[in-house]
């Protein structure tokens, strides 16, 4: 005997995942004829309604977009049993995140294919007044050719909006979250941009960034930690890729790009690059602590080798110029383009320089008074790195370089970083004095509730990192049971600190629709939220 039809119209396959806040089902759609992915609402949170107009939300923002590599959402309603649902497209080639575990990294041409698909669905949602605000790779669903369509638009929200529906709350996942979701900040554009970055590195590596044991731990690395290079995991990885994923995940959402439109395009660029491998690398010369290890006089020797080695690739493209221009002139041969040939003297003359005389010194830009990414990007156009460090500061000056380490027109080491002291906007009052820690350390939080927690925070001198919630068979809902730094721990003012609070005891969640028939194996087809 057959089971009765989900809401009178869709007859249930099988369950393709769930998360803490919807079951997802494959089903069929008995009117229109077609599979659909369900997605219900679990019961318990249909009783709360910050839960439930997150679900409508999620309808709403995707419903309103119409494109190719964004998940189709058909319809939006509450069934006749009471149960909130989403029909949507059924997508199946499962997640990204399975390919990955499956598979391991990527190749980068394909990476960077996936990756621009997935830029194109965050322009068209933010083009809409959409930020997605949970970029991972569980969230990229994989058509059966391949293409990725990104799902999930459970805690979108519209760009313009100014304020959280409750203070301190963080939405989204750690391990790809960006460092302003982390410590509580409004999401933009560019919060998604530093999530495909985490997405992107995933790919490439076969693993995110930042791996901790708890999440509080991961929002933190992303607010404190630079991300390790790509290069140094996978040297297959081109250089603009590895440069464009070092872009994409920088603390400072304006030293990240400027939208996904433009990102795609470096995406696209970066698919037709040949891997670092590939390209021809000049051999650098010999680090000193080599010629130190295996002595003086043999280092020394091999230092003389290369400064011959040097002269002769001189010598030999010297030659090959006269030669050139020989047959160009009299031979009637077709001499070879002389901007090549410059351009391979003045590399071997540069090998000769630098194995004589070391690193080259470079002439510093004067970055004081621009913004951070515009500092950073002088920077590296003049051969520098940078190194930042927040300073009070007026509010126009927020963002901005106040003072440099090495004033603009001085000398560096090529390749050193300048220290930038960046304005970081006024002091709040009551705040602590910047870099001075707290005098009893970090206060301890575990037992107030939420805004006793945040007045505490306040006091001390730090601020609120974000929130997560969690079961608790012992500590009443709404009281904080865990926080990240511990009690007493030295820290800056200013750190931010993240906390746990208590949910209450843990309840059974409703079943599945009695025609669901468990299927571990079965791709995913929306992700959970």
Known sequence: MSQPLFDGRYEVLRRLGGGGMAEVHLARDEVLGRDVALKILRERLAKDEVFLKRFRREARSA??????????????????????????????????????????????????????????????????????????????????????????FGIARAADATTLSSPGAVLGTAKYMSPEQATGSVATPRSDLYSLGVVLYEMLTGVPPFEADDPAQARAKHVREPPPRLGEKNPAVPEAMDALVARLMAKDPAARPVSAAELADDLRRAATEKPAAEAPVPIPPRPPSRAADIGPRRGEALRVL???????????????????????????????????????????????????????????????????????????????????????????????????????????????????????????????????????GVPDLVGLSYSEAERALEGAGFVLGGVEEAPSETVPAGVIVSQDPEAGSAADAGTPVFLTTSTGRSSTSASAPASASASPSAPASAAPP
């Open 63 to 152: 419903a309103t977009l119409n494109h190719p590599n964004v998940v189709q959402v058909y319809d939006q309603r509450r069934s006749q049993d009471g149960a909130y649902y989403i029909a949507m497209e059924h997508v199946s080639g499962g997640t990204l995140k399975e390919r990955i575990a499956r598979e391991g990294p990527l190749e980068p041409g394909e990476a960077a294919r996936i990756g621009a698909q997935v830029a194109e669905a965050l322009r068209a949602a933010h083009e809409s007044g959409v930020v997605h605000r949970d970029v991972k790779s569980q969230n990229v669903l994989l058509t059966a050719a391949g293409d990725a369509k990104v799902a999930d």
């Open 306 to 440: 290369a400064v011959l080695a040097a002269l002769a690739a001189l010598v030999a493209l010297l030659g090959v110029a006269g030669w050139g221009v020989g047959a160009g002139r009299f031979g009637g041969g077709v001499a070879e383009g002389p901007g090549d040939l410059v351009g391979g003297a003045r590399g071997a003359l540069e090998g000769v320089r630098r194995a004589l005389l070391g690193p080259a010194e470079v002439v510093v830009p004067d970055v004081e008074g621009l913004p951070l990414g515009e500092a950073r990007g002088r920077l590296s156009e003049a051969g520098l790195g940078a190194k930042t460090r927040s300073r009070q500061s007026f509010e126009n000056e927020a963002g901005r370089v106040l003072e440099q380490s090495v004033p603009g027109g001085g000398e560096a080491e090529e390749g050193s970083r300048i220290l930038l002291a960046v304005g970081g906007g006024p002091r709040s009052a009551g705040d602590s004095d910047e870099g001075e820690a707290s005098g009893e």
